[in-house]
């Protein structure tokens, strides 16, 4: 159970075009997701928390213009990656967490999408 | 920012042997997290152990927390080539729902 399923896993695109990623919890219902984002051999960085009906919160230094978050449904949110550019490669990764304030409960993770931007 | 500082960064070992890593942190906290990832993988929750517990154990695994020195241990035993990966740890801080992680340790077990 609590799988969470993230596509595409590779995106390769020119410089300027925006990119969405899904994040889809599949066997449960998360009211809070997740964005991350992890540099080559480096540890997860918290983008922001995606709340289900209401606007994300962003971490400090993450442009809320540049990574836009949608989180429609109880088991989908959405990070779109406005004009990319190469400095926003990147591999992200999105996670899901069952239950409201469920602060004691593990979060499931996506497989991450690797995002190299040419 | 990361509050989690992990020793060592890097372990290699040899299969059946033991691996221990540990994991410091800076805050207060409602429990923390062990994760492994895989390389170019997503990471996957390992066990879960809360402020008022000491030791928690999984197969394997044996998890050990000293709320006093903000510190805690992953030890896998006996392990395997299979258990190479990346392993993190992470905090839930008493209030709050958003997990930091440590820097991570990579584990080689070699055949």
């Known amino acids: 159970g609590a799988v969470v399923s993230q596509h595409p896993s590779r995106v390769i695109c020119k410089s300027g075009t925006s990119v969405k990623i899904e994040c889809r919890s599949l066997?449960?219902?998360?009211?809070?997701m997740f964005w991350y984002r992890q540099f080559p051999k480096q540890s997860l960085m918290l983008m922001a928390t995606?709340?289900?009906?209401?606007?994300?919160?962003?971490e400090q230094g993450v442009e809320k213009d540049k990574f836009l978050i949608n989180h429609a449904s109880l088991t989908l949110s959405t990070l779109t990656v406005t004009s990319a550019h190469p400095e926003d490669s990147s591999f992200y990764i999105c996670?899901?967490?069952?239950?409201?304030?469920?602060?004691?409960?593990?979060?499931?993770f996506g497989d991450g999408t690797r995002l190299s931007i040419l | 920012s990361q509050q989690g500082e992990e020793d060592p960064q890097a372990l290699s070992i040899q299969e059946g042997e033991n691996a221990t890593m540990n994991c410091s942190y800076k805050?207060?906290?409602?429990?923390l997290q062990w994760y492994r990832q895989n390389s170019g993988r997503g990471l996957v929750h390992l066990i879960l152990?809360?402020?008022?517990?000491r030791e928690k154990h999984s197969g394997r695994l044996r998890v050990t927390l000293d709320t006093s020195k903000k510190s805690s241990s992953l030890l896998i035993t006996a392990s395997r080539a299979a258990d190479t990966a990346s392993y993190f740890c992470?905090?839930?801080?008493?209030?709050?729902?958003?997990?930091?992680f440590g820097e991570g340790t990579q584990l080689t077990v070699n055949p």
């Open positions: 805050t207060s906290i409602n429990n």
């Open positions: 996670s899901a967490r069952v239950g409201v304030g469920a602060v004691g409960q593990p979060q499931h």
């Open positions: 152990i809360r402020s008022n517990e």
């Open positions: 992470a905090t839930a801080e008493t209030s709050g729902s958003r997990l930091t």
């Open positions: 995606s709340n289900e009906g209401s606007k994300a919160t962003y």
């Open positions: 066997d449960f219902q998360a009211t809070t």
